[in-house]
T-cell receptor
Framework: GDSVTQMEGPVTLSEEAFLTINCTYT??????LFWYVQYPGEGLQLLLK?????DKGSNKGFEATYRKETTSFHLEKGSVQVSDSAVYFC????????????FGKGTTLSVSS | NAGVTQTPKFQVLKTGQSMTLQCAQD?????MSWYRQDPGMGLRLIHY???????DQGEVPNGYNVSRSTTEDFPLRLLSAAPSQTSVYFC????????????FGPGTRLLVL
């Protein structure tokens, strides 16, 4: 069935380090892809999205490119900050109106100064 | 514009008790959904609705009921709480098209003793 697989965490980095969080998916058709972020004690917020192959989503210094050939949507940031410490979720939405998001299990990022 | 609101923020129940988790949105979104978040499991869909009067089951519907009498509200009912329902519950909404961003409420933390 349709699914999202994220790299296991936690990921621990020093401030200004480069971040990659891997995400791959299995889906019928051509889904839209999303990254959500959850800061401690809060709900999920959309970080970025891409709706078709080769699209690049970007926000707050984070980027992810929709790679159809490798069914991937890896999240990257060139220089992380302590304030980026959060749980990151990769998700997909199938190409049918009204369908639910399918989430990965989340990756916890901890950035120290 | 309050977005997606949830009440209560935190609740303790005894096994067998019933309660309703409230969710409301003021963005005129057709689609609303309930997720539960458990450690190591990510977010799992409980129930969803594509409009007033229409609901459907998600991945983990057992033990939960929903109804959608208005566009704005989508309450989740636990008829007889069990310890396995201890979790954090998130309500979310979006416009119906699959590419639309989903907005999450702040969550309800439920403890069933």
């Amino acid at each position: 069935g349709d699914s999202v697989t994220q790299m296991e965490g936690p990921v621990t980095l020093s401030e200004e380090a480069f971040l990659t969080i891997n995400c791959t998916y299995t889906a019928t058709g051509y889904p839209s892809l999303f990254w959500y972020v959850q800061y401690p004690g809060e709900g999920l917020q959309l970080l970025l999205k891409a709706t078709k192959a080769d699209d690049k989503g970007s926000n707050k210094g984070f980027e992810a490119t929709y790679r159809k050939e490798t069914t991937s949507f890896h999240l990257e940031k060139g220089s992380v900050q302590v304030s980026d410490s959060a749980v990151y979720f990769c998700a997909l939405s199938l190409n049918q109106a009204g369908t639910a998001l399918i989430f990965g299990k989340g990756t916890t990022l901890s950035v120290s100064s | 514009n309050a977005g997606v609101t949830q009440t209560p923020k935190f609740q303790v129940l005894k096994t067998g008790q019933s309660m309703t988790l409230q969710c409301a949105q003021d963005m005129n979104h057709e689609y609303m959904s309930w997720y539960r978040q458990d450690p190591g499991m990510g977010l799992r869909l409980i129930h969803y609705s594509v409009g007033a009067g229409i609901t459907d089951q998600g991945e983990v519907p057992n033990g939960y009921n929903v109804s959608r009498s208005t566009t704005e509200d989508f309450p989740l009912r636990l008829l007889s709480a069990a310890p396995s329902q201890t979790s954090v519950y998130f309500c979310a909404s979006r416009h119906l098209a699959y590419q639309e961003t989903q907005y999450f409420g702040p969550g309800t933390r439920l403890l069933v003793l």
